[in-house]
């Protein structure tokens, strides 16, 4: 309690601290406490005393429930215009809990559950798979105590096929990208995140062509309304065994909920070339 460590935290944060010794002494505390303990105890209070009262921020509101949030499967169909291809119309369908630019109404806050994300581009004389994701699993942990230094591990992994560059409709590649992170909110509607990922890759199906590196990551989640949300994400890519590569990968997506089931998308992205898509995504 006389610490300088201690006493460095904010008050808030010492009364948090006490507050939990407090609780662990009564959970633990034997029918007959001895003199050294009641010492303790007294300590304790004499100077929790001298703290602020903590408000209880725990709602007596009943948590929603996930059918009043976003239904898990999904339909899409939107337009594109890549800067080397051209335009084209997209459809996609995938089957999930929940993802990070939907409402997060019922479902686990900063957190995304996505399975079999299929994405198909038609155009006048071609029609690509441009991506077949088997998952996408994301959890995001901010402060779970509120005590200054406290912190959990954000972690994350994805699976599946998608486009090795994007002015190259047939040219896929099978990757597998994960890693740990740390994630922070700022005003409450944000969340600001750092990831050092690790991937492997590869476009022939072979051990020995599979290329495998790390992808530092810098990303952010803003909901401005509650129907309007905004996500960026970029990453650098270096292959540290394997085929040599090193490239960016930049994501900036918005989502505009019209009702339950049906939201707009606004994604722009950049890998190698330049594209961006206009979707309509209708749940059910």
């Known amino acids: 309690m006389d610490s300088e460590e201690f006493r460095s935290f904010p008050e808030q944060s010492r009364a948090r601290i006490i507050d939990t010794l407090l609780d662990y002494r009564q959970y633990v505390k034997s029918d007959k406490p001895t003199l050294n303990q009641q010492k303790e105890r007294s300590v304790l209070l004499r100077v929790r005393s001298e703290l602020p009262i903590l408000e209880n ?8 429930a996930p059918t009043d949030g976003t239904p898990p499967m999904r339909f899409r169909f939107g337009a594109v215009s890549n800067s080397l291809l ?3 119309l997209e459809v996609g369908t995938w089957a999930n809990y929940h993802d990070l630019l939907g409402d997060e109404s019922g479902h686990l806050q900063n957190a995304e559950v996505v399975t079999l994300d299929l994405h198909l ?3 006048k004389n071609s029609f690509e798979v441009t991506q077949f994701q088997l998952f ?3 959890k995001f942990a901010l402060n779970p105590t509120g005590i200054s230094g406290d912190y959990e591990w954000s972690w994350r992994a994805r699976g599946g096929w998608e486009q090795e560059h994007l002015g190259c409709l047939p040219c896929r590649k099978f990757s597998i990208v994960g890693g ?3 994630s922070v909110s700022i005003g409450g ?3 600001e995140y750092l990831f050092l990922d690790i991937f492997g890759e590869t476009k022939n199906d072979s051990w020995p062509a599979t290329t495998w590196g790390y992808a530092p990551h810098l990303g952010m989640l803003w909901s401005v309304l509650d129907i309007w949300k905004i996500r960026f994400d970029g990453g650098w890519f270096k292959s540290i065994y394997g085929p040599k590569k090193e490239y960016s990968h930049i994501r900036f997506d918005q989502r505009l909920t019209i009702a339950q089931d049906l939201d707009i998308r606004m994604e722009i992205e950049q890998l190698g070339s330049l594209e961006g898509t206009l979707a309509l995504h209708y749940f059910w």
């Open 189 to 191: 509607k944000d969340l």
């Open 136 to 138: 996408n699993i994301q």
């Open 57 to 64: 921020n725990v709602s007596a509101e009943f948590p929603e």
């Open 180 to 182: 740990f992170g740390r």
């Open 121 to 123: 581009q038609l155009r």
């Open 86 to 88: 051209g335009p084209a």
